[in-house]
């Protein structure tokens, strides 16, 4: 029991918390629910309820909450550093984590790069290719090609380089300019393609006119592989990575891969990139990494880009960037333990009958009358919900008809957070058939209620 009661938590919540993402006028306007545990997949509040973690505590979380095993690797760390500068000393926990990142990242990616979230992930990887570029003699290639509707995080770097208007239009002003390309959104597609793949691909086409015209201008490409998590779960159709390597190839660009949210299984695979045998030359990776215990990230280089850093002193050809807890022995720690549990327990091989079962279950959502999307990738999957099946018009967004669901699904036990009209599934990876059922029939009732059918 916390020593505070419920209603004085709130309180001081309202009163002193301004929370992510957040209307606050809404929140103060209800009581929210405080939690104070967790356990497995679930998470308990003040007074003891449960609530099965829908979206894995923002797309971290993948052994379950309280590992025993996790919890006992942070303990035994803390009792023997807590944390130490890698400005000009390195650490035991930073070395062996990034000796196990470069076996298991895609081949090539050798130097590990550590920072604090996702966000700065993608900072790093953004300056660190304009340098490469700069090292190379060509300062002027110090643009961006970016996609329609990408989430790299909320920083002004990682901002410049997203494409959701709604988030990042305010700041446009304090932003630099990036090249965006058509999305592979295939239900709602910007080229008017009816069809997944009887189109060719267009936008491919569409993002190599770009390359064919500014590459001159460009240091690399920004993408989130096979899925763009906050842009409602929009999964690329079979080909598309792989294609998009090649036009990086074919017009001398580097490829950044920011796998915070795809990273560490949620695919299916460990890393989203496997699945199409694409290296990319700059992998950001985050939220999974410490199996959402701890915050830590990592900007992963291929030893070409590496290399272009090497210097005398005098050259200046350091890469200026550090953040303070880089490299922190107690993440490091966890995220140790977290890559054992994922071999131990072979989660990858346990979770294939899991991701096909939630294909399964996703055919019923489908035909609901007014679900109008349903994509999948792996462990991750968005049931986009429309006012019209027939002529796809989507919900005014003032009706809130995401949040709705979410509210409604609470009343079963349920946490999760839509994007937009979009319901969102991501549970822990360790989900069990029986919490999956619980989940989707939540989900799918939830939906029933909420739009009327
Ligand atoms: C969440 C996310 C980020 C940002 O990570 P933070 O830790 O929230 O800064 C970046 N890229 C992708 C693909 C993400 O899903």
């Not at 009163?15 to 939690?35: G, N, Y």
């Not at 309820?49 to 909450?65: C, I, K, Q």
């Not at 967004?397 to 957070?417: D, N, T």
């Amino acid at each position: 029991m916390s020593e505070y009661s419920t209603a004085q938590l709130r309180e001081w919540d309202r009163r002193h918390v301004w929370h992510p993402f957040t209307q606050m006028l809404d929140w103060e306007r209800d009581d929210q629910i405080v939690i104070e545990k967790g356990e497995g997949c679930w998470l308990i509040d003040t007074d003891g309820n449960r609530y099965l973690d829908g979206v894995a505590s923002m797309w971290t979380n993948v052994h379950g909450h309280c590992r025993p095993e996790l919890n006992q690797a942070l303990k035994e760390q803390v009792d023997k550093l807590e944390h130490s500068t890698l400005l000009g000393l390195a650490s035991e926990q930073s070395i062996i984590l990034a000796a196990r990142l470069a076996e298991i990242t895609p081949p090539g990616l050798e130097h590990v790069f550590y920072s604090d979230n996702g966000s700065t992930a993608m900072e790093v990887a953004v300056k660190m290719a304009y340098q490469y570029q700069v090292h190379h003699g060509r300062p002027e290639r110090s643009r961006f090609i970016t996609f329609r509707n990408a989430y790299h995080g909320d920083t002004l770097g990682a901002v410049s380089v997203g494409g959701i208007d709604i988030y990042h239009a305010t700041f446009k002003p304090l932003m630099f300019e990036a090249l965006q390309a058509p999305a592979p959104y295939c239900y709602r597609c910007e080229l008017g393609c009816q069809d997944k793949t009887a189109c060719g691909m267009k936008c491919l086409q569409a993002l190599e006119l770009i390359m064919q015209e500014q590459a001159g201008s460009v240091a690399g490409l920004v993408i989130e592989p096979l899925i763009q998590g906050a842009g409602g779960m929009i999964v690329q159709p079979p080909g598309f990575l792989k294609a998009v390597r090649r036009l990086c190839d074919r017009y001398d660009l580097l490829m950044i891969a920011d796998e915070v949210a795809t990273g560490f299984g949620r695919t299916g695979r460990m890393f989203a990139c496997q699945h199409e045998d694409v290296v990319p030359d700059i992998m950001a990776v985050s939220k999974g990494i410490a199996a959402g215990y701890l915050p830590i990230a990592a900007t992963i280089a291929s030893s070409q880009v590496y290399r272009a850093f090497l210097g005398e002193y005098s050259e200046l050809k350091t890469f200026f960037h550090g953040h303070t807890f880089t490299g922190n022995p107690l993440a490091c720690a966890v995220a140790l333990k977290s890559l054992e549990l994922f071999e131990r327990d072979d989660l990858l091989t346990a979770l294939q009958p899991r991701i096909a079962r939630l294909s399964e279950r996703l055919v019923q959502f489908r035909n609901l009358p007014h679900v109008g999307d349903v994509r999948q990738c792996g462990l991750a999957a968005g049931v986009e919900l429309v006012e019209n099946k027939e002529s796809r018009r989507a919900y005014p967004w003032e009706m809130k008809i995401g949040v709705r669901v979410c509210l409604e699904a609470r009343k079963y036990g349920i946490f999760s957070r839509p994007l937009g009209n979009t319901v969102v599934i991501f549970p822990p990876l360790v989900i069990s058939d029986s919490e999956l059922e619980f989940l989707l029939d939540a989900l799918e009732r939830s939906i029933r209620a909420v739009t009327g059918c």
